[in-house]
């Protein structure tokens, strides 16, 4: 059990520019979960996979945010034409369901400033 | 839109005291419920669940929830300096046939000598 890992922990981008993050989680989980936290916030939830099937994407995401799971193990998640409002700790959360345990084990985040 | 409440704090402890952290949530069918501890810089660390009314305890945490009030509390007894972090409420909500983890804002604790 070698943990989520989450790369790059840092990254910034000019505004427009795009940016892809990845996500490795736990080998044996089956449920993955993409969050946002800003500053004083609690995590924002973004989308999940079960396996590589994404079966909830927030209705707050824009079209400029895409996810992938490619095989259901790594995922990335993109997006297009940063804004500044994009600036926030993008963190990846695994777990394995049945039963539903919820994000049982996070990454260290990738940290996106837009500038 | 599913909402879970907590008081963002900060909540001032002296060390050996009991914390007592709160959280409300709006989704009455909800069934599974979590703390988390957040270390400011770090990720969220999950240190308890319960799904069903009453206590759960492990070691100097109690979890509590009461489904009726749609209210989940946490208690940390003997409350240390290292537990100075903030602490994350989650409530798996149902949408559309799957389950959908929703944080609050946490709660900010500091537990001071």
């Known amino acids: 059990d070698t943990g989520v890992s989450q790369d790059p922990r840092h990254k910034i981008t000019k505004r427009g520019q795009n940016v892809t993050f990845r996500c490795d989680p736990i080998?044996?989980?089956?449920?993955l979960y993409w969050y946002r936290q800003t500053l004083g916030q609690g995590p924002e939830f973004l989308t999940y996979?079960?396996?590589?099937?994404?079966?909830?994407k927030s209705r707050l995401l824009s079209d400029r945010f895409s996810a992938e799971r490619p095989k259901g193990s790594f995922s990335t998640l993109e997006i297009q034409r940063t804004e500044q409002g994009d600036s926030a700790m993008y963190l990846c959360?695994?777990?394995?369901?049945?039963?539903?345990?919820?994000?049982?084990?996070f990454g260290s985040g990738t940290r996106l400033t837009v500038v | 839109q599913k909402e879970v409440e907590q008081n963002s704090g900060p909540l001032s402890v002296p060390e050996g005291a009991i914390a007592s952290l709160n959280c409300t949530y709006s989704?009455?069918?909800?069934?599974?419920f979590f703390w988390y501890r957040q270390y400011s810089g770090k990720s969220p660390e999950l240190i308890m669940s319960?799904?069903?009314?009453g206590d759960k305890e492990d070691g100097r945490f109690t979890a509590q929830l009461n489904k009726a009030s749609q209210y989940v509390s946490l208690l940390i007894r003997d409350s240390q300096p290292s537990d100075s972090a903030t602490y994350l409420c989650?409530?798996?909500?149902?949408?559309?046939?799957?389950?959908?983890?929703?944080f609050g804002r946490g709660t900010s604790l500091i537990v001071h000598p």
């Open positions: 959360a695994s777990s394995l369901d049945p039963p539903p345990t919820g994000a049982k084990t």
């Open positions: 080998s044996e989980h089956n449920r």
């Open positions: 996979f079960q396996n590589e099937a994404q079966l909830e």
């Open positions: 989704d009455r069918g909800s069934q599974s």
């Open positions: 319960i799904y069903s009314n």
């Open positions: 989650a409530v798996l909500h149902a949408s559309g046939g799957s389950y959908i983890p929703t």
